[in-house]
């Protein structure tokens, strides 16, 4: 097989499992482990894959979206470890909000031992996750409910958003890219998503390394207007470098 054979191969690939890692296509073609990153490379340059950690995905994974059960299955012990460091965060007396998704309901489990704490969030998953905290009071936005995420959205979630003030927001995201900031796929979301940033004192990215370097569609924010970012220790270099240059707190769960 010849270098345009491997190439094409390894695009339907991907295509078919979703995603590839560089030892198992090292193994597969029989070739160096630089070899299949030359290739993942050039690929992702043609736009025919998105590199991503120790290999690549197929170009439209970044606008599929997952169901919720599938987004809390992966990368879940990654997840959990965000979330002991972002309730790391939270005072005692504070009004915070929680954006809908697996990250963030995996925040709303580590919130039990808080005797005063107000939570309000867009996610069913999440107030589901806040039932049993008897310290906690939960606030619901409304709105119309998107079943596939569990998460609430439209007129009704935004114009509740406009009667608090809260001291913190942690957003999760589905794409964090140099060009286009802090990203979502569902244009709903992302307005809601940057209304919260807009009643909240401080905004606190929380988000595995997986979303480095993949794009969505619709911008919440930029990069300098995070002021915390929760990550493990995938991040890019370049992005953190980047990130401390705005100013941005990086915090790195490393268990």
């Known amino acids: 097989m010849n270098t345009i054979e491997r190439r ?8 078919k499992e979703g995603k590839v890692q560089v030892p198992d296509l090292a193994l597969k073609y029989g ?5 299949i990153r030359t290739d993942l490379n050039i690929l ?13 995905v197929a170009s439209n994974r970044i606008t599929q979206e ?4 599938e987004k809390h299955a992966k990368h879940l012990s990654a997840k959990r470890g965000l979330a002991r460091k972002a309730c ?15 990250t963030t309901a995996e925040i709303a489990n ?9 939570v309000m969030t867009n996610g069913l998953n999440v107030a589901q996750n806040l039932m049993t905290h008897a310290g906690v009071e939960v606030l619901m936005t409304g709105g119309t409910l998107r079943k596939k995420s ?11 958003l406009l009667r608090y003030h809260f001291d913190k927001v942690f957003l999760g995201v589905d794409g964090f890219d140099f060009q286009a900031g802090l990203t979502t796929h569902f244009e709903p979301e992302a307005i809601l998503n940057r209304l919260m940033c807009e009643v909240s004192k401080e905004i606190i990215v929380v988000t595995d390394s997986s979303k480095f370097n993949c794009s969505g569609v619709h ?11 929760i990550t493990d220790t995938g991040i890019p270099d370049a992005f953190a470098q980047s990130l401390e240059k705005e100013g941005v707190r990086i915090i790195i769960a490393d268990d």
């Open 31 to 35: 070739v160096s482990d630089v070899t």
């Open 44 to 56: 992702d340059e043609k736009g025919l894959l998105v590199r991503a950690r120790g290999g690549a």
């Open 8 to 15: 094409h191969d390894i695009v339907q690939v991907a295509l």
């Open 66 to 69: 997952l169901s919720i059960d």
């Open 150 to 160: 569990q998460s609430f959205y439209g007129r009704q979630a935004e114009e509740s």
């Open 110 to 118: 580590s919130l039990h031992a808080f005797k005063r704490l107000v």
């Open 219 to 229: 911008k919440i924010r930029s990069f300098a207007d995070i002021n915390i970012l």
């Open 88 to 102: 790391a965060l939270i005072n005692e007396g504070e009004a915070i909000l929680l954006d809908s998704g697996t």
